[in-house]
């Protein structure tokens, strides 16, 4: 199969380019990290691949809707809610 073949095929399936399609496994393994308590957005930021914080920033909240921390928070935040009325 061709490159460009197998880029349309992706695109068909998954209604997305390979490039997106990686960059939103890399920004959810980024909010999973966080999530489980990883240090500090920009560890996570290198270590799921981006060489800049402030690129994963901005993709981060291009994808997500806050940047890192803020999302976090408001995760963290809505599960004690949930923790607090069971």
């Known amino acids: 199969m061709s490159s460009s ?8 399936v998954t209604a997305m380019s390979p490039i997106q399609y ?16 990883a240090s500090e957005a ?4 290198f270590q799921v691949g981006y060489e800049s914080p402030s690129h994963f920033s901005r993709e981060y909240s291009r994808l997500f809707g806050k940047p890192p ?5 408001g995760w963290r935040e809505a599960l004690r809610e ?3 009325a069971e």
Do not use: C, N
């Not at 073949?5 to 068909?12: A, R």
């Not at 960059?23 to 990290?33: N, S, T, Y």
């Not at 920009?42 to 930021?45: E, I, K, S, T």
């Open 5 to 12: 073949s197998l880029y349309t095929y992706f695109k068909e």
């Open 82 to 84: 949930v923790e607090s």
């Open 22 to 37: 990686q960059k939103r496994l890399r920004l959810q393994e980024a909010r999973r990290l966080l999530l489980a308590g």
């Open 69 to 73: 921390i803020r999302d976090i928070r």
């Open 42 to 45: 920009a560890a996570v930021a």
